[in-house]
C-alpha cells in the first residue's frame, strides 16, 4: 500500500511539475470563478455536545444546535491548463477553497447559561490536479478521469462565558489547528445535448485517508458551585479525513471561449483525530483536581478519536473564460 501511495505522489508530483513546464505551450488557459453559498455543518458540533454532556453533574450542560453555519464560498477559484495530446486533451488544473462561517452556540445547564464563539474560523483547501479528456461519439461525450492532492486547514479560537447561579467561566487564548493532505481521484463528465447547452457531471473522492496532525489549547478560569479553578489543555493528535464531492450542472457557451454553469454541488468530509493526548492541569479550590483531570483525558479519547462528518452543499454557479495561448 505504502509503495503504491509513493508511486500515486510521484505521478502527481510529474503532473504539477507539467503544469509549470506547460503553461506557456498549452492551448487554452482556462480562467474558472464560482460561487457556492450555503451551509457548512460542523464536525466538531457532536465532538463538543458529547464532551460537555459527560463532564458531570456539577458541570452538565447541554448544548444547542450551531448558529451562523452559512458561507458564501467562491469556488472554484483557480485555473486549467488544456493542451491536444494524441486523440484528447490533457487537463492540469488548480483550485483554491475556503470557508468562514461565524459558528456561535448557547449551551444550557440547571443553573447557568453558556455563551460559546468559535472566532475568526476558516477551513480553507489548496488542490491541484492533472487529467486527460476523452472524447466520445464525435466530441459529444467528453469523459475526463483525474487524479490529484490537496491540502486540508482548519483553525479557530474558542471562546466560552458561561453566567449562572454560583457559576463563572471565561476563556482566554485557546487556539486550534489542524491540517492535512493526500490524493484523490476523480471523473468528469460533460454531455452535449446542443452545440451550446451541456450536461455536467463531477466526481471526487480521496484515495485512502489522508493524514496530518491537530494541535490545541485552552486556558479556562472561573468559580463552579462557589469553588475557583483554573485549567491549562495542550492537546495533540494525528489528524485524518476523507473526502467526497460530487456535481451535478448544466452549462451553456454562451460564445466559445465563455461557459456559464449553473448546478447543485456537495461535498462530506469525514474527520477523525488518531493518538489524541491532552492531560489537563486543573488547579482547584474544591481539591478534586486530579479527578477532573483523569476524567477529561478518558473521554477526550473516545470523543476526538472517533469520527464525525461535515457537509457543505447548496446550488452553485460558476464562470469560465478561455484564453488561447
Not at 508511486?7 to 508530483?13: E, G, I, R
Not at 444547542?64 to 488544473?93: C, E, H, I, M, S
Request: aromatic share 14%; net charge negative.
Amino acid at each position: 500500500m505504502r509503495q503504491t501511495l509513493c508511486a500515486l505522489k510521484t505521478v502527481v508530483a510529474l503532473a504539477l511539475l507539467g503544469f509549470a513546464t506547460t503553461a506557456l505551450s498549452a492551448d487554452t488557459l482556462r480562467l474558472n470563478l464560482g460561487f457556492w453559498p450555503g451551509d457548512l455543518e460542523p464536525e466538531l458540533q457532536g465532538r463538543y455536545q458529547k464532551d460537555d454532556l459527560i463532564q458531570g453533574a456539577a458541570f452538565y450542560r447541554y448544548n444547542l444546535d450551531w448558529t451562523d453555519q452559512q458561507t458564501y464560498t467562491v469556488y472554484p477559484l483557480g485555473l486549467q491548463f488544456l493542451r491536444a495530446v494524441g486523440p484528447g486533451k490533457l487537463v492540469l488544473g488548480a483550485n483554491y477553497v475556503r470557508y468562514q462561517p461565524d459558528y456561535k452556540y448557547n449551551g444550557l445547564g440547571a443553573v447557568f447559561l453558556s455563551q460559546v464563539a468559535l472566532k475568526n474560523y476558516v477551513t480553507s483547501d489548496w488542490e491541484a490536479d492533472a487529467g486527460y479528456q476523452i472524447p466520445v461519439l464525435n466530441n459529444q461525450i467528453l469523459i475526463t478521469p483525474k487524479l490529484g492532492y490537496r491540502r486540508h486547514f482548519q483553525e479557530f479560537d474558542y471562546e466560552e462565558l458561561t453566567l449562572g447561579d454560583g457559576t463563572f467561566i471565561i476563556n482566554g487564548p485557546s487556539p486550534f489547528q489542524s491540517t492535512a493532505g493526500g490524493l484523490y481521484a476523480g471523473l468528469g463528465l460533460q454531455v452535449y445535448v446542443t452545440s451550446e447547452l451541456s450536461l455536467i457531471f463531477d466526481y471526487v473522492q480521496s484515495a485512502g485517508f489522508w493524514t496530518g496532525s491537530m494541535n490545541q489549547e485552552r486556558v479556562t478560569a472561573g468559580s463552579v458551585s462557589g469553588a475557583g479553578f483554573i485549567s491549562f489543555e495542550r492537546a495533540e493528535s494525528s489528524y485524518e479525513i476523507s473526502i467526497q464531492r460530487y456535481a451535478l450542472g448544466v452549462q451553456y457557451d454562451v460564445q466559445k471561449n465563455l461557459h456559464l454553469q449553473v448546478g447543485v454541488r456537495e461535498e462530506k468530509l469525514a474527520q477523525s483525530y488518531p493518538d489524541y493526548f491532552g492531560l489537563p492541569i486543573v488547579v482547584s479550590g474544591a481539591g478534586s483536581a486530579l479527578n477532573a483531570s483523569l476524567t477529561e483525558y478518558l473521554t477526550d479519547l473516545f470523543i476526538w478519536e472517533g469520527t464525525e462528518t461535515s457537509t457543505k452543499g447548496f446550488v452553485y454557479f460558476s464562470l469560465s473564460y478561455d484564453l488561447d495561448i
